[in-house]
């Protein structure tokens, strides 16, 4: 794309980084590792060797304590790679489990977790959804309860992101279920206490290297000092990080559009049909420059919001309309790229093929485009 005006030479050095990593150490491995629906633990600990886990912590715990733009600069080289589902569990690990843990926890907290997670050798996941509760998480019905010195919980999530490598998950509970919303708690919870089952690893559509599972907890013992920040103040936690979480996913929806226009501009050049490029038909012409188009705009709103993060100041309408736009742009945009790859967008061997796959589950995670449409309504 022509502008790139909130990147710095720092940047551009991360991002070779990210493209050497990805292109030596993920995929040549992909489709093996999409087989097993799961990377090996390893590339976690090489991805902290190169200074991939982290990037945006402070640097007293482990990060190197740089901008959002480090973020940005991860997710965009992950799509271009075209290794959403190999990759994307560290951007998650590193730009919305870290900063849970790095804003609300105590220093030992910190100290404990953020350094390990930094080497690869903690890896994290945030746990809100049950199979009752989705967009709806007020509804979360995973209880904990105080006994003495330390909570006792009870209950299931699904759906959960690096679920079968967990070593820590930021739980979201109940502690006063009375209050709804407002007795919501956040709760660090080891995976290798007494009660702690993960369930199947799900197969899923795209994103197939990814592990993304079910979590059970029977009456798993944990202390009370796993607490993160204050008891039922989690709901408010999770207003607060979701538009950072929003953000990630628009730039991983237009790193995506923009990806499947390189390769389908590349690809109909080459095609013939009727004698003449793929390319050279109208339609195609018009309909590539309908993507570049919004994907010029998308950029320029984008790179707004991650300055706007850079600063801690993006807001619920911000972080909700630009995973609406880039997402939904994401969608329309891997489905036109396919269609102009004829049969061959179906092949697996094409890389549109997997991209679009993989893009599916981008409208609705971290909050659906409907739950997105909801927010922004509230801001009318
Ligand atoms: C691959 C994958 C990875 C995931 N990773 C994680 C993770 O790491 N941690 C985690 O906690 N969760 C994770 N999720 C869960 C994800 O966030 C939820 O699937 C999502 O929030 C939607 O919830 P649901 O599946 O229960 O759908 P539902 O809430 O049942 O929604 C069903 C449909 O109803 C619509 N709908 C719901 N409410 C409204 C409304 N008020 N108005 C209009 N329409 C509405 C939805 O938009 C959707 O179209 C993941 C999901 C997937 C598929």
Redesign the pocket.
């Known amino acids: 794309m022509p502008f790139d005006p909130i990147y710095t030479t720092e940047h551009e050095l991360f991002r070779e980084t990210c493209r050497r990593f990805l292109t030596e150490e993920v995929v040549p491995f992909q489709a093996a590792w999409e087989k097993a629906g799961i990377v090996p633990r390893e590339l976690w600990k090489k991805a902290a060797e190169v200074g991939l886990l982290l990037p945006t912590t402070a640097e007293e715990y482990g990060g190197a304590g740089a901008d959002f733009g480090f973020c940005a600069v991860f997710c965009e080289e992950v799509m271009a790679a075209n290794a959403a589902g190999a990759a994307l569990g560290m951007a998650?690990h590193n730009d919305i489990c870290a900063p849970y843990i790095e804003k609300y926890g105590t220093e030992e907290q910190k100290q404990r977790w953020l350094p390990a997670m930094a080497k690869g050798d903690v890896i994290s996941?945030?746990?809100?959804?049950e199979p009752a509760?989705?967009?709806?998480l007020q509804g979360v019905k995973t209880r904990a309860v105080r006994d003495g010195d330390e909570y006792v919980i009870t209950g299931q999530?699904?759906?959960?992101?690096?679920?079968q490598h967990a070593d820590v998950i930021i739980l979201?509970c109940k502690t006063d279920p009375e209050r709804g919303a407002k007795g919501t708690s956040l709760i660090l919870v080891e995976t290798d206490r007494p009660g702690f089952a993960r369930g199947r690893n799900l197969d899923?559509l795209g994103?197939k290297a990814?592990d993304?599972s079910e979590l059970f907890f029977d009456n798993v013992r944990v202390p009370a000092s796993n607490l993160l920040g204050e008891e039922n103040q989690g709901f408010r936690y999770l207003m607060e990080q979701l538009p950072r979480e929003r953000l990630q996913a628009a730039i991983q929806g237009l790193a995506a559009a923009e990806a499947a226009l390189e390769w389908t501009v590349a690809y109909t050049r080459e095609r013939e049909a009727f004698g003449q490029k793929v390319f050279d038909f109208q339609n195609t012409q018009f309909k590539l420059a309908d993507i570049k188009t919004e994907c010029l705009v998308a950029r320029a709103f984008v790179e707004k919001c991650i300055a706007l993060q850079a600063e801690d100041k993006l807001t619920q309408e911000m972080g909700a309309a630009a995973k609406l736009y880039c997402s939904e742009l994401q969608g329309r945009a891997t489905d036109e790229c396919l269609q102009l790859h004829g049969g061959y967008g179906f092949m697996a061997e094409y890389p549109i093929t997997k991209l679009y796959a993989d893009s599916r589950?981008n409208r609705?995670?971290?909050?659906?485009?409907?739950?997105m449409r909801?927010i922004v309504a509230r801001s009318l």
């Open positions: 998650l996941a945030i746990a809100m959804s509760a989705g967009s709806d999530k699904t759906f959960i992101t690096n679920g979201v899923k994103m990814q993304t589950v609705i995670y971290a909050g659906s485009s409907e739950i909801l």
